[in-house]
């Protein structure tokens, strides 16, 4: 135990001085929530901004409207119409001198041609955002009901002239509308990606960690005091670890996203991220990398340089990609039997099972199930790769093949 910990706090070290593993594992998740929170505080000073404007905006003295009719259309004068706010004025200078001296807010003037241009044109003292929201339905009305002779009745007809109402036959379903925002919409997406990317990115480093020691016989050294097991076991808990982190990270970065991004950001005010997801979510990152990892750890014990690695790494990667792409095609159909059948398999439970989970419920049997499948498989594969740790196998120097591969780790000749 005490040798696997050496190993594990070596390659810890040796990984952290990376500075592309940095730059991907923890710059870029933070700079990605600064920015978002960033953009939120932002627009949410903004949107206080304008509300503050409007509120500060000065009110008109009088609410009071004028009216001056230069085409003479408007005879009758409905004595029901609510026209107490509509002071009609016999010229332009009268209803200017009224706006002059604050008796009203502003004046409509109709146009000679009204009938064949249909212009209203409306003055007011000064611009603000509170004036230039007009409520101009009172004016409309006393025009409809004056071209259609008086009939206020035919002129409501007029101004609504169809009442819709829409009946189905279909059984109405509850819709959640608080629910309803693109952060929900593609939360299965983003904890996809996440766990994809904390999958991938720790194993091509431990590739490149276990050449580089081979071609500087920091290897051959390191096996002359731990076992196979041992190694392998350090290796792949010190990425684990590392990729943990990382994981971890990037579900903070988008927790704090949709805990303070707000309304700013279009969130819905009660929107958060379940506590089980998040849990279930390292959980099945520990057992995909322990079978992940595992694999890149035997690759990288038998290729003599990376460029031999690329084929074998795309072969064992592509269940995983297979996954992804899948889940990011059909998170709308999570309960297909295809998807199903992705979340229970081992080498493909870590993307999908997550994506099924953060897109709805999932039976806790199945969440369990492909729990156990996943450590066991785990298990079977790390115990597989210690048998490619000897120095028939790390001393070999032959061209690494996928056939080659797969055959050193079943152990056959």
């Keep these: 135990m005490k040798k696997t910990l050496m190993i594990m706090a070596g390659e810890v070290r040796t ?5 592309s593993f940095v730059i991907i594992a923890f710059v870029t998740p ?44 408007i005879r009758i004068w409905p004595a029901d119409l609510p026209t107490a706010s509509l002071t009609r004025y016999d010229d332009e200078a009268m209803a200017a001198a009224a706006l002059q001296e604050d008796a009203i807010a502003g004046y409509y003037i109709v146009a000679p041609d009204y009938l064949d ?69 593609m939360l299965p997406l983003f904890m996809v990606l996440i766990l994809y990317m904390a999958l991938i990115i720790p194993g091509g480093i431990l590739i490149n960690a276990l050449i580089d020691e081979k071609k500087n016989r920091v290897m051959e050294v390191l096996m002359t005091s731990v076992s196979p097991a041992q190694m392998v076991t350090g290796k792949v808990a010190a990425l684990g670890l590392l990729g943990l982190l ?3 990270l990037w579900l903070g970065v988008l927790w704090l996203v949709s805990r303070f991004g707000g309304q700013a950001l279009a969130v819905p005010a009660g929107f958060s991220l379940p506590a089980a997801l998040l849990a279930w979510a390292l959980i099945y990152f520990v057992g995909g990398y322990a079978i992940y990892g595992a694999q890149f750890a035997g690759i990288g014990a038998l290729a003599p340089d990376v460029n031999q690695t690329k ?8 269940p995983i990609i297979i996954a992804y792409m899948v889940m990011a095609m059909s998170l709308s159909t999570a309960d297909g039997p295809l998807t199903v059948f992705l979340s229970l398999f081992p080498l493909t439970s870590s993307v999908a099972m997550i994506g099924r989970m953060a897109g709805g419920d999932v039976p806790l049997w199945q969440a369990v199930l492909a729990a156990v499948l996943q450590f066991g498989t785990a298990y079977f594969i ?32």
């Design 15 to 19: 990984t952290l001085r990376r500075k």
């Design 382 to 413: 790390i115990r597989l790769t210690a048998r490619l740790f000897r120095a028939q196998h790390l001393l070999t120097g032959q061209p690494l093949t996928v056939k080659s591969f797969y055959r050193a780790l079943l152990g056959r000749p």
């Design 117 to 185: 241009s249909g212009d209203v044109t409306y003055v007011t003292q000064d611009f603000s955002v509170l004036s230039d929201r007009l409520d101009s339905s009172l004016i409309e009305q006393l025009l409809l009901i004056n071209i259609l002779g008086g009939d206020a009745d035919l002129a409501n007809a007029v101004q609504q002239p169809v009442q819709m109402k829409v009946t189905s036959l279909a059984p109405p379903e509850p819709v959640d509308t608080s629910e309803m925002s693109w952060i929900s919409e």
């Design 311 to 318: 084929s074998v790494t795309w072969i064992v990667m592509l």
């Design 30 to 73: 933070l700079l990605l929530g600064l920015a978002a929170l960033g953009l939120g505080v932002i627009n949410r000073n903004a949107t206080e901004e304008m509300i503050a404007q409007i509120a500060a905006s000065p009110a008109p003295s009088s609410t009071q409207a004028g009216l001056v009719d230069r085409g003479e259309l």
């Design 246 to 248: 990382m994981t971890m």
